[in-house]
Nanobody
Framework: DVQLVESGGGSAQAGGSLRLSCAASGNTYGLDCMGWLRQAPGKEREGVVRRVRSSGSDRPLYSDSVKGRFTVSYDNAKNILYLQMSSLKPEDTAMYYC????????????????WGQGTQVTV
């Protein structure tokens, strides 16, 4: 199994920045595709960034709501996924989750194999 632990959430003012981290541990062999998702109270889960390949072979896909403000990166040596969030808006307030899938990218967000416990971001 793969364990995912997110960190870096908290409170920020509008216009501010936060960086989220997601550390993967356990049997990470075959870990291929990662993403960040978020869910605000009363709203559906939203994919923030998808298709983050551990190989770096694909360009990540950002949702329109965060494009140009959020940047994802992956430290392959440490198995840590990052989400740099800038120009934060109140509508970015949500619980943020990282998720990963082995051997391929998920067709839908429900197809991720492993999920973190989430980290709260409040703007």
């Amino acid at each position: 199994d793969v364990q995912l632990v997110e960190s870096g959430g908290g409170s920020a003012q509008a216009g501010g920045s936060l960086r989220l981290s997601c550390a993967a541990s356990g049997n990470t062999y075959g870990l291929d595709c990662m993403g960040w998702l978020r869910q605000a109270p009363g709203k559906e889960r939203e994919g923030v960034v998808r298709r983050v390949r551990s190989s770096g072979s694909d360009r990540p896909l950002y949702s329109d709501s965060v494009k140009g403000r959020f940047t994802v990166s992956y430290d392959n040596a440490k198995n840590i996924l990052y989400l740099q969030m800038s120009s934060l808006k109140p509508e970015d307030t949500a619980m943020y989750y990282c998720a990963v899938k082995k051997w391929s990218c998920p067709v839908t967000d429900n197809d991720y194999n492993y999920w973190g416990q989430g980290t709260q971001v409040t703007v």
